[in-house]
């Protein structure tokens, strides 16, 4: 009889790690897992390798029996060829899980391999523990120190990320921790071969650590089981879906990736309508929409934003940005104008909004202006942007400095908390080194003070438009 | 009788510049040309400022009758109210070309500054000089020395680009110039109170230095002559025009920045369409058709593309962008993957284009891949792309090594001129100070080598896709 498997619970909090296929010479995934590992300060890790008795510090065992203590997971990165035998390996140690980062499996549109994966479900089944995988990076749980990449903090923070590709579930956290992303767990599951898209929206539907729910998505196994871990999902939490695969070429790649068969994007797409997913089209939009999601507080009531930042040419941008997007720019009145003009200058500016002026780069100018303009009942959030200025050289130079960041900050933050309307940055990436400088030193400052970043004025309209749709639909 | 005014050739090629409204403290837009200019090494240049006998080692004059030798252009930053005096001085010294930085004319919808912006024009056709602006920077002729900032290469090249707005007529240098971009003429016009998008256009279309003409126009003043410029332009050179103002905040906007009245979005993309002009969104998206239109060589004959890079996700995702911007990805026929099997991996790998492989980042597998799938009839560009992995770890951290960089792109160039097919490569930029020095090293050798470089698999398809069109619909 088959043992009972265990819960995601306990597979995200492992007390003892094996690492299959290290090797002392640093290259590689599993040893560059073991080496995160080690970093990260995981209490028991187990590195396997017949070849070696010792990597990194650390004694390296020739098999799974071998190891002295627990291994509740076991990471693998071995040939496909050898899966097998490693699998009874780690039904003998009685391990909860195992993740194959391996390829080469049902992808390869082999059939033995097909064929393959198909035994090493039944050995799971009859093993009473489950795989992860093959063909993926596995789980990244800051919790529990489990970690498979060095690039990304660990620190726990309320999203979720499930992700089909092992790419993007290091990109996703890579490129959204700087702006102030951080996660309950990640995890990557390639062929899904076990654990698959369904039972992990099962589980954090209802895992008290996740507020927001995010996932990349190829192809889905059982369209049925989906179909309802997805409406209970997003009837508890935000759940923001890329689904990667919308194109013929695209569906073709996906299908060489990890065996998926993509569903029709017509279908995918009226399906997210009508549970109120949030749906975007890549990484950086999945980012931008998480970032909105997580910083924009509260989340605006209304499309009304007000613009102000520097120069002409990006103030009719933004307008048109922003409205293409589906925001509202609306025009302020002669009577908020004069008001503004107490503080501002007439010559070269755009009062009527977006308010351009070229002194709107001292902390007291920018903190006056949101004071006038928040009281508006019209809008609903405000936006700053540096147009195509480098931070460098904004404010006289003085913008990245303590003495301009700090009371601006505190009069944005006190100014929100007045007026209940968030306030949005658009800080656009220099190209250069000595611009990078100051560019991190502003984002750091800003992503500290819980305000959301965004690199383009459009990726900033597109996302708030996103998850404001998404808010009348949730409340209606 | 009024004098015969000069011709635009005149007016880009001036002998003597003058700078009013200069000040030793370093600060203000007149301040910043003459530094440029003096260290652009432009050689008679002419502070002017009745508070000061000298700024930055130059003798400073008080007006410009007291200046010695001769002065063609006059470049001015005071107050509105001091220019129809200052026009008298110009029309005195017998000057050909007055730029008025100034601004708070017209666009402030004072009444009283829309009849000054008239009496200036009057005394400018009296004095038989033109005015270029109010309300913009003004001139950029790398040839003359001529430059209004420090931010760019003083190399000519052959893109004219014309600008109402002043930021952009920064931007697009500032942010084209390490993709490769170089200019024959940048005109910033403000206002347009005299020479206007009409008569540039015009003076574009026949200019000998100049081969692709790119427009930054937020409204037209005379829309007859516009469309027979512009007719006349594309008929001869491609042309791109990013059109601010295409919504009702965006035209709102370009009122006040510019004065100008925007026309419907509909009927410019008509225009658009019967001239085949090239239009785009922003100012990025413009760096980029135009990083195309130089660099793609030859122009590809077709939309199919083959992809070369990182990762699974990023692969899917490549499909997707390219498909949706217009173009191809063909699958590779079983016997060109039975090709590619001889130097790449089947683990992990992805042969069906786009191709992922692990060993995809050596000279020896990018060239040898170059090769096998150039041959096909059905391809017309490669691209290669690094996914979302960062320069600085790629290839096994030698990316951006010359032993790596050197032989890849002289193997590249090779493919290139053998089989006729452009080659374009996407880097993601890096957000930390450490890849982007990786980054900028890569970026630099690439555009050296002609190569096209851009930002992201979206942008790469989307200018890709707009160039093909318009090169089908030239030759048609």
Known sequence: MAKQPPTLDEIFSPRGVAVVGVS?????????????????????IYPI???????????CYPNLQAVPGIVDHVIVSIPAESALSLLDDCAAKGVKSVHFFTAGFSESGLQDRVDLE???????????????????????????????????????????????????????????SPRGLRFSKVVSYGNGLDIDESELLEYFAQDSETDIIAAYIEGVK??????????????????????????????????????????????????????NVIRVDDVDEMVDVLVSLRFARPLPDGTGAVVMGAGGGPSVLASDELEKAGLQVPPLSKATQTELLNFLPLAGAILINPI?????????????????????P??????????FHPISS??????????????????????RNSF????????????????????????????????????????????????????????T
Chains 1, 2 share one sequence.
């Not at 070696?52 to 004694?59: G, I, K, S």
């Not at 904004?394 to 100014?415: K, T």
């Open 49 to 59: 390798n017949p070849r070696y008795t010792d990597v990194f510090n650390m004694p």
């Open 378 to 387: 019209e809008i609903s959030m405000l936006l700053y942007h540096l147009g």
């Open 394 to 415: 904004w404010g006289g130079g003085r913008f990245a400095q303590p003495s301009f960041l700090d009371p601006m900050i505190e009069g944005i933050n006190s100014v």
């Open 118 to 176: 198909k035994t090493m479900l039944a050995k799971a089944r009859a093993g009473g523990f489950r795989i992860i995988g093959p063909n993926c990076i596995g789980l990244f749980v800051p919790k529990s120190k489990l970690v498979n990449t060095a690039a990304v903090p660990i620190e726990s923070g309320p999203i979720a990320f499930i992700s089909q590709s092992g790419g993007h579930a290091q990109n996703l956290p890579e490129y959204g």
């Open 356 to 376: 351009d002026a070229s002194n709107l780069a001292t902390p007291e100018a920018i903190i006056n202006t949101m004071k006038v303009v928040s009281r508006l």
């Open 222 to 275: 059982d369209g049925r089981r989906f179909f309802n871990a997805l409406r209970t999902a997003a009837s508890r939490k935000p759940v923001v879906i890329y689904k990667g695969g919308t194109t013929e070429a695209g569906k073709r790649a996906a299908h060489g990736h990890t065996a998926s068969l993509t569903s029709s994007v017509a279908a995918f797409e009226a399906l997210c309508r009508q549970m």
């Open 24 to 44: 002392p010479n640093g290259r590689g995934f599993a040893t560059g897992v073991l080496v995160s590992l080690q970093s990260a300060g995981f209490p028991a």
């Open 420 to 475: 209940s309307k968030p306030v949005l940055f658009v800080l656009r990436p220099p190209n250069n080194l000595n611009n990078m400088k100051d560019f991190l030193i502003v984002q750091e400052a800003l992503v500290k003070a819980g305000l959301p970043t965004f690199y383009s004025l459009h990726q900033a309209g597109k996302a708030m438009a996103r998850i404001i749709t998404w808010q009348k639909r949730q409340t």
